[in-house]
């Protein structure tokens, strides 16, 4: 069936709604990546199976990533007259057994995460479509998620629906109000009406230099040209990022939208999704929803029965980090090597195929929808004056609650840390944070107040970037992490231009000189003149960020390189060349742990006696040190 009018749309979002907030019971499983690794294929045929034999009337479904990937597998329990239950960590046993307390009519207490009554989840539940009045949501967790620590700061937007929808189900996406921004654009305002809007949200792009969405859009719908291309940038490579896999596998039809919206503003039929081909669930989910769209008539020809036709088309990378640079992204789709190209010109006046082009990242199209339903004066009394609205960041490294956060801009960093990320496992002292990815800086202790927003995190040296957020506690060494992410760069670095190809190689070459307590004091300015000549005239934004870690770790961890290159020694205990491992005879207990683990075979003593290291053949592999448990094995 062809959606062409309002009643039509909202009959389906009535059979959305009916999904989503079932008459029966409904079990939900996360199911994105990160619960799959965790084993929730296991955890949902378990279910499965078990609800056959028991002959239970219910639901099983699927649903992406809600972002509290710490406690994967998550199973959401919804049956009506009785409290909503979400479990963590589940396993197929704990999956069997929940399905026989549901057939007995009890609640099985094991691994219950939270819970939330009935009347509290119908009554105040934010997330839902439309309230009473007809005003859209606000879209806010659940109440009863903002009870824990890891949501009660958040404020979802680009991940409204993850979590709480199947994303195979279009008319689940429909049932929370999707597609209906597309029909007030189309039906109610014009393509510079659609623009003044975003601009007066104040979105800036959510995959790096933080530019203005709305003069973005803008400078492509007045470029000359009667073919123009919008596409999506989905090519995410940091280490550590998964906010735009995430985005895609759990609502992919919220940046399908998103891209349907900008391409009627900026006079675009045609458009791209730039996916990288190692996210293959990504990809599945989105040629699931396009063909689900085209079926209902949002893409395709005369969308609402209107004038406005747009098709979209996926194209998988092939892993290059380079490619997530605009232009260098646009030759790849074109068939050609993926190399950046002198700007100007730039993609909204030359792009793909020589047409006017805007490439967007895929938080920024999520975003989108949301600011036409609520309007731009909601969105923009979140966050900052500068930096209005949310932003995803995938939390990870020496942090209590790794996952998926989205939080208004100008929270500190303090807070994402130690009030969202519950912390540095063991109470260790925090170190350092990076941002940004491998191009971002290491910001240290002292600035922990700093709020999370673009020209704050720039002052100190480091970016936004697309979302990446590593955490550090003192077991991190700074000049090894410096060196890990230059080698990043440098092997990512097309080659195209001299500044980049060969500066991060000798950029590694004195990085790793320090690390071998082969360092000189003058290689120090070395480092800073050769990084700050890198960023001045690199080519693309690739080389114009890489020397970021180098010169922030310079900046405010300088006596970690003067420890070791003077006193030959690493502070963390970290650079092998620069360590010694030996065993405290007062706390050996001789267990023979260490013994019985050490690949050399150069730990001697006798069963509950003091053991001893032979230094000359030990290679510091740190197993020693990992099969105590008594803190006998110290690092120097």
Avoid at 128 to 137: H, I, K, M, V, W
Avoid at 262 to 288: C, D, Q, S
Avoid at 433 to 458: A, D, F, M, N, W
Avoid at 517 to 527: H, Q, R
Wanted: charged fraction near 25%; glycine fraction near 12%.
């Amino acid at each position: 069936m062809k959606i062409a009018t309002l009643e039509q749309l909202e009959d389906i979002q009535h059979q959305g709604q009916a999904g989503t907030y079932p008459e029966k019971t409904k079990i939900f499983v996360g199911m994105a990546t990160c619960g799959l690794s965790a084993g929730a294929e296991k955890v949902f045929q378990a279910l499965k199976e078990e609800i056959q034999t028991a002959g239970l009337d219910v639901s099983l479904q699927k649903t992406g990533c809600i972002g509290y990937c710490q406690r994967e597998p998550l199973v959401d329990w919804i049956e009506p007259g009785k409290p909503r239950l979400t479990y963590e960590r589940m396993s197929p046993d704990l999956a069997r057994a929940l399905i026989q307390h549901i057939a007995q009519g009890k609640i099985m207490p094991e691994g219950v995460l939270c819970r939330m009554d009935q009347e509290e989840w119908l009554v105040e539940d934010t997330f839902r479509p439309y309230t009473a009045n007809g005003a859209p949501p606000d879209f806010r967790p659940f109440p009863v998620y903002q009870e824990l620590p890891f949501f009660k700061k958040q404020r979802k937007i680009a991940l409204r629906n993850c979590g709480f929808i199947n994303p195979e189900i279009i008319e689940e996406y429909i049932g929370r109000g999707g597609y209906k921004a597309l029909y007030q654009v189309l039906k109610k305002m014009s393509p510079d009406e659609v623009i003044a809007e975003v601009k007066k949200s104040g979105l800036r792009g959510r995959g790096g230099a933080g530019f203005s969405t709305g003069l973005k859009w803008e400078f492509c719908r007045k470029a000359p040209g009667d073919l123009k291309y919008v596409i999506c940038n989905a090519d995410e490579g940091d280490p550590g990022a998964f906010m735009d896999r995430s985005i895609l596998e759990g609502d992919p039809h919220a940046v399908l939208e998103g891209m349907a919206i900008g391409a009627y503003a900026m006079g675009a039929r045609e458009g791209y999704l730039y996916v990288r081909a190692e996210y293959p669930l990504a990809i599945e989910h989105l040629k699931t929803a396009m063909a689900q769209a085209e079926a209902y008539g949002l893409l395709g020809e005369n969308i609402f029965d209107t004038s406005f036709s747009f098709r979209l088309k996926i194209r998988e990378g092939a892993g290059a980090f380079v490619c997530g640079e605009e232009t260098a992204l646009i030759a790849s789709i074109e068939g050609k090597v993926g190399e950046p190209r002198p700007r100007p010109p730039f993609p909204a006046q030359k792009g793909l195929w020589g047409c006017p082009t805007n490439i967007n990242n895929v938080k920024t199209w999520s975003h989108i929808a949301p600011i036409i339903a609520r309007g731009a004066e909601w969105y923009a009394a979140m966050g900052t004056p500068k930096a209005p609205g949310t932003t995803v960041f995938s939390l990870v490294g020496k942090v209590n609650n790794t996952g998926l956060v989205e939080i208004p801009l100008g929270i500190s960093l303090k807070e994402m840390i130690f009030d969202i990320g519950g912390g540095i496992p063991g109470d260790r002292p925090f170190k350092a944070v990076q941002t940004g990815g491998p191009s971002g800086g290491c910001i240290s202790r002292e600035h922990i107040e700093t709020p999370v927003e673009y020209e704050s995190l720039g002052a100190l040296g480091s970016i936004m970037g697309s979302g990446g957020m590593i955490v550090m506690d003192q077991g991190t060494c700074m000049v090894d992490l410096a060196k890990f992410f230059i080698t990043f760069t440098m092997e990512e670095s097309c080659g195209k231009c001299t500044p980049c190809r060969e500066g991060t190689k000798r950029l590694l070459e004195i990085l790793t000189d320090i690390s071998q307590g082969e360092g000189k004091e003058s290689d120090l300015e070395a480092l800073e003149e050769l990084a700050h000549y890198i960023k001045d005239v690199s080519l693309c934004g690739l080389g114009g960020t890489a020397p970021n870690p180098v010169l922030t770790t310079l900046r405010y961890f300088r006596d970690e390189y003067l420890a070791h290159i003077v006193e030959k020694r690493c502070p963390a205990g970290v650079c092998k060349a620069l360590i010694t491992y030996e065993i405290d005879g007062e706390k050996c207990t001789g267990c023979m742990a260490c013994a019985h683990n050490c690949p050399q075979t150069c730990i001697t003593g006798e069963k509950k006696k003091p053991h001893v290291i032979d230094a000359s053949h030990c290679v510091r592999c740190g197993v020693c040190l990992e099969s105590c448990k008594f803190g006998a094995v110290k690092v120097y």
